[in-house]
C-alpha cells in the first residue's frame, strides 16, 4: 500500500501550463504502476495518463495526447503530470492512483488501489 498526496493544481488561463505532482509513501513505490485520473462536475472519472512502473511505457488519453507529459522519479517516489496547452474542458480535480501489482501503464480504474485525495484544476478561457 502506498499513500499519495497530490500538489501543484491551481488557476489558469487558456493555453497555459500547469505541473502537476504527487508524492508517495511506503517502501514499495517502484512496483507499482502509476495513473493520473481527472473528474469534471457532472461527469465521471477518467483516466488521463499512466506509467510503467520503470517509466519506459506510458498511456495516454486522446483528449490529452500531444499536450500532457506523464514522468515519475522512483528514487524521489514521485509520478508528474506535465500539462500544456490547458483548455477549459481541462477543468477537472486531478487525482493520482498507484496500481499494486501491475506493471504496465494501464487506464482500468478497477486496477488502481490507491489514491490521493485530489487537486483542482480550473482552466479559465
Known amino acids: 500500500q502506498v499513500q499519495l498526496v497530490e500538489s501543484g493544481g491551481g488557476l489558469v488561463q487558456a493555453g497555459d501550463s500547469l505541473r502537476l505532482s504527487c508524492a508517495a509513501s511506503?517502501?514499495?513505490?517502484?512496483?507499482?504502476?502509476m495513473g493520473w485520473f481527472r473528474q469534471a462536475p457532472g461527469k465521471e472519472r477518467e483516466s488521463v495518463a499512466a506509467i510503467s512502473w520503470n517509466g519506459v511505457s506510458t498511456y495516454y488519453a486522446d483528449s490529452v495526447k500531444g499536450r500532457f507529459t506523464i514522468s515519475r522519479d522512483n528514487a524521489n517516489k514521485s509520478v508528474y503530470l506535465q500539462m500544456n496547452s490547458l483548455k477549459p474542458e481541462d477543468t477537472a480535480v486531478y487525482y493520482c492512483a498507484a496500481a499494486g501489482g501491475v506493471t504496465g501503464p494501464t487506464r482500468l480504474e478497477y486496477e488502481y488501489g490507491d489514491w490521493g485525495q485530489g487537486t483542482q484544476v480550473t482552466v479559465s478561457s
Open positions: 511506503g517502501r514499495t513505490f517502484s512496483r507499482y504502476a
